[in-house]
């Protein structure tokens, strides 16, 4: 069983900078998405990372402004966000696969924390 706490949301206003951190507990060293879902839409996947954290892959949407990142000793999760826009605010959600290769589709993980809101103004 895993446990995945996320935090580091607020308030930003656009071209502002957030870093969102995911700590699991429990079975850990899981390959780990974020994933993000704004009202009256549904949820979208964000970035992705292996267990070892030598790969990773982004939506188009964020490229170049966000960075997922993972440090295993202390089973936690970053995603830093850059540049933010209007359209990041969402709540954001991190996932955990039973997999050393990432995934894209929230199909395939098996564990998701609460979720930190995140909202940019404009």
């Known amino acids: 069983q895993v446990q995945l706490v996320e935090s580091g949301g607020g308030l930003v206003q656009a071209g502002g900078s957030l870093r969102l951190s995911c700590a699991a507990s429990?079975?850990?060293?899981?390959?780990m998405g974020w994933f993000r879902q704004a009202p009256g839409k549904e949820r979208e996947y964000v970035a992705a990372i292996n267990r070892s954290g030598s790969n990773t892959n982004y939506v188009d949407s964020v490229k170049g402004r966000f960075t997922i990142s993972r440090d295993n000793a202390k089973n936690t999760v970053y995603l830093q966000m850059n540049s933010l826009k209007p359209e990041d605010t969402a709540v954001y959600y991190c996932?955990?696969?039973?997999?050393?290769?990432?995934?894209?589709?929230?199909?395939?993980?098996?564990?998701w924390g609460q979720g930190t809101q995140v909202t940019v103004s404009s």
């Open positions: 996932a955990a696969a039973s997999s050393s290769y990432y995934y894209t589709s929230s199909d395939l993980y098996h564990y």
């Open positions: 429990g079975r850990t060293l899981y390959a």
